[in-house]
């Protein structure tokens, strides 16, 4: 079926908000390309789901495509009009599973070398999005902040490489009370400016301490999930004819209630950290990946205003196989790998901050836990140099949000 | 510094959406050219290399039929894909030592390579060894819909089974040696070794003493297949390799990783078989699909490693030392930090330029020493290459010879 050819009725199986939505956009839906439209339904179907900040961005995205004229719609959607999909791809149910196709559609994109053709396409749609979508006021500088190094009790190697280019490096940081002091500083704000998933702390061992105010998502508080899914995908990869793309796509299936995640907790939430480990790749064994991947996911999706990320040591390599079958085991730690897992991790959370709103008045820390360490990126601090003055972490924190 | 938006779920979701920061106002051929050009500088102020372009005069290599027939090549695929900030850029020289240090220096180096196909590491091998960018299913175990370099080899130059061969991870690369192509394919192809299963058959029943060197099928950590190698293993154990199970379980438990084992295998084989043409397929690195990048940068330090050891089994087999050619490169590279559609070193999904355009670094004998190249090249333009230096034609290769290494 192609787009001009789309029923309201088709539109039946949707979760609530989700068909109210697509049944008041239904019309602008028939004038796009399916190379397109597939993607955006994939968004839709899930919107129930999805967090406020995510709602907000596709309503308002809806709400452009259903006010462009046919020749505008002509000019967006060149590019996507131009890919040629299969009359297999056309004949899926790609209304009711949009996921399986855009699997499909990848393939054959790559297949059939019109990865880049497709990629200048949504590269040129997303331009014309972001012209008109406007941004709203921030109401504070958004700040990021990333905790490494925990368990590692001396380091000679240079720390914060990536990010020294961006921001000032202190190398007399007194540790002092360090973590509590910077959770505090994020839950003050969050009661300062409460916005539902707006504050996040992110944890890739144990929390250090409970705390109402803040979303909060933890590597050794998922372990039951964990667990559940890898006996899952080890009852997966021993069935007759099962392949790396069946099994993705069986992950992608699972729900929070599969997994034991359905206890009354929040369903925006569940869904989410279920796709930590269902969409991530690496994130089921090894927990540094988890909590860089659990950062990029929380401020891609949810934008929060603040994100506190603490990594904490994985455990050491060993054989997939092994690392897939091992349930709720003690596994020796790898706390030095760690680090500089969790150094990258921590250039990748700034990366992924500097793609949202505010950017250039957003603020990062990274500190080395415990350790006189500390890379600072904030819009009142020189770039590119070192200061040797002796700060502490609140000293710190003042210079992120003054 | 603001980085390149996210874009709605659609694109980020398949990877689509590329912008570099630093580039954002260049084409990706334009980025290619520009990476091409950081290696050559680098190269030249960190291994004394000369540019390319300023030297004039006939080809190094001596094309005399007996030179042909008596030449060996060694192809190593340094795998799976590494970024440049990890090894050709100032920030990644601390992990190839070897390479720059030692290899690089008497090479003749080509600073722009690269990949217009899909970018998977089976389907990107095979292409390399077809000289087309196949399109076959990353994840099956079927072989190329095209001829392979081995199947132009032993067929061209009525070469016998024994001279060519593959040792490769066992991911699927089984059916690398040999295509379906009807005018080659079965009984032209190349033999395989995987060393893996291999291992698997030798150790049965004791696997967890050699389990770190059955690590296997990186390119996706949800799916990792059990490993399994039976009498046809152990027969290759005890006819080619000469070893009995004992000896080879004695030495495994000396290695730290799959291409080490790899490594041991192809020095085993030149010391028994000497083939002419032996292509070693390396993958430890593609362990950053695990987002460890501290086990990514370990697997590159390795495979800097492994490659200096194999040139120096090289120069000490006499087979080998003063005729063979050795040509290492990646399939392809990985996806850029600042590729909103990627998660930076950890896949390489996007098809951005840092992707796609990799180096390659041609060594011994024929090739000039302390060159770097940073002309465009294509990873299909290996096979033809070869066939050239060699005395083969690549009838059915897509790729052109490289005209610097002819």
């Known amino acids: 079926m192609l787009p001009k050819e789309l029923q309201a009725d088709q539109f039946r199986a949707y979760p609530p908000e989700a068909k109210r939505l697509a049944l008041a956009h239904v019309q ?44 505008q719609t002509a000019e967006w959607f060149h590019g996507f009009s131009q890919v040629s999909l299969s009359s297999q791809l056309i004949r899926l149910d790609w209304v009711n599973q949009p996921a399986l196709f855009l699997e499909q559609e990848s393939a054959y994109l790559w297949t059939t070398h019109q990865m880049d053709a497709f990629s200048a396409a949504a590269t040129g749609y997303g331009d014309h999005l972001n012209a008109v979508i406007g941004v709203e006021q921030l109401p504070v500088r958004r700040l990021g902040i990333a905790v490494i190094g925990q368990g590692v009790t001396s380091y000679d190697s240079s720390l914060f490489d990536n990010l020294r280019p961006h921001g000032t490096y202190f190398s007399r940081v007194r540790p002092d009370n360090g973590l509590e002091l910077l959770l505090a500083a994020v839950e003050q704000r969050a009661k300062a400016h409460p916005v539902a998933y707006g504050h996040w702390y992110v944890d890739g061992g144990q929390v250090a ?58 369903p925006v939430l569940d869904r989410f950290q279920v796709k930590l480990f269902t969409d991530g790749s690496g994130t089921q064994i090894f927990s540094t990946t988890f909590a860089q991947w659990a950062a990029r996911e929380s401020l891609r999706r949810a934008q929060p205003l603040t994100l506190l990320v603490r990594f904490a040591p994985r455990q050491r390599q060993k054989p997939m196989n092994e690392l897939l079958s091992e349930v709720q085991s003690n596994s020796e730690l790898d706390p030095l790998g760690s680090l500089i897992d969790a150094d990258i991790g921590s250039y990748y959370h700034w990366i992924n901050q500097q793609r949202l709103a505010g950017a250039e008045q957003s603020s990062f820390l990274a500190w080395f836990e415990g350790h006189s360490q500390a890379l600072l990126v904030a819009p009142s601090l020189p770039r590119g140099v070192t200061s040797d003055s002796a700060m502490d972490i609140k000293g710190l924190l003042s210079l992120a949000t003054d | 510094m603001r980085q390149p938006a996210f874009h709605n779920d659609l694109l980020a979701r398949n990877a689509l959406l590329t912008k570099d920061a630093r580039m954002s106002s260049l084409g990706p051929q334009e980025i290619a050219r520009h990476l091409g050009r950081t290696r050559r500088d680098f190269l030249r102020d960190a291994a004394g ?106 067929k061209d130059l009525r070469r016998p089974v024994s001279d060519a061969w593959v040792i490769a991870p066992s991911n699927g690369f089984n059916r690398i040696g040999e295509s379906d192509c009807r005018s080659y394919g079965p009984g032209f192809g190349a033999q395989v070794i995987l060393p893996k299963q291999l291992l698997s058959a030798a150790v049965a029943g004791s696997k967890l003493e050699y389990g770190h060197l059955l690590r296997d099928n990186y390119e996706t950590p949800f799916y990792a297949p059990q490993i399994q190698g039976g009498e046809f293993e152990l027969q290759q154990l005890e006819d080619i390799l000469k070893l009995s199970v004992d000896d080879f379980m004695t030495h495994a438990k000396t290695l730290s990783s799959p291409d080490e084992l790899s ?140 005209r610097e290494l002819l």
């Not at chain 1, 999805?50 to 004229?69: C, G, H, Q, V, W």
């Not at chain 1, 890898?230 to 021993?238: E, P, S, T, V, Y």
């Not at chain 2, 590159?300 to 006499?318: F, N, S, Y």
């Open chain 1, 28 to 71: 602008a839906f028939q004038q796009l390309p399916l190379s397109f439209l597939a993607g955006l339904l994939g968004q839709l179907i899930e919107y129930d789901y999805k967090f406020p900040a995510e709602r907000t961005t596709l309503d308002r995205e809806l709400s452009i495509l259903s006010s462009l004229s046919p020749a």
């Open chain 1, 209 to 266: 301490r409970q705390t109402s105010s803040l979303t909060t998502v933890s590597y050794s508080a998922l372990a039951p999930v964990r667990d559940q899914l890898l006996k899952f995908m080890q009852g997966q990869i021993a069935s007759p004819g099962m392949g790396p793309e069946q099994l993705r796509t069986n992950l992608a299936r699972i729900l929070p209630k599969d997994l034991g995640l359905d206890q009354g907790g929040e």
């Open chain 2, 263 to 402: 490594v041991f295998i192809a020095k085993r084989l030149m010391q028994r078989e000497s083939p002419s043409l032996l292509w070693i397929t390396m993958h430890d690195i593609d362990v950053a699909h695990s987002g460890a990048f501290s086990l990514y940068v370990d697997a590159i330090r390795r495979t800097d490693r492994l490659c200096a050891e194999m040139w120096q089994a090289v120069q000490d087999e006499p087979e080998y030392a003063a005729n063979t050619t050795m040509l290492i490169l990646p399939d392809f590279g990985r996806d850029a930090d600042q590729d909103s559609g990627g998660n930076g070193f950890q896949h390489h999904r996007t098809g951005d330029a840092e992707s796609r355009t990799t180096w390659m670094m041609a060594l011994g004998q024929g090739v000039r020493h302390g060159v770097v190249y940073d002309n465009p090249v294509q990873s299909i333009d290996l096979v033809p290459s070869i066939g050239a230096m060699m005395g083969f034609s690549a009838a059915q290769a897509e790729g052109k010879p490289i």
């Open chain 2, 49 to 154: 290399m000369v540019a390319g372009a300023t030297l004039l005069g006939a080809s190094p290599f001596v094309h005399a039929a007996t030179a042909i027939r008596k030449r060996k090549m060694i192809v190593i695929t340094f795998g799976g894909g590494a970024r440049d900030q990890e090894t050709f850029a100032p920030a990644g020289q601390a992990n190839i030592p070897h390479m720059l240090g030692e290899l690089a220096p008497q090479s003749s180096f080509f600073a722009r390579v690269t990949n217009q196909g899909i970018l998977g590491h089976y389907v990107a091998t095979a292409s390399l060894a077809t000289g087309v960018y196949e399109s076959l299913n990353n994840f099956s175990a079927v072989p190329p819909d095209h001829p392979t370099i081995f199947e132009y080899f032993r």
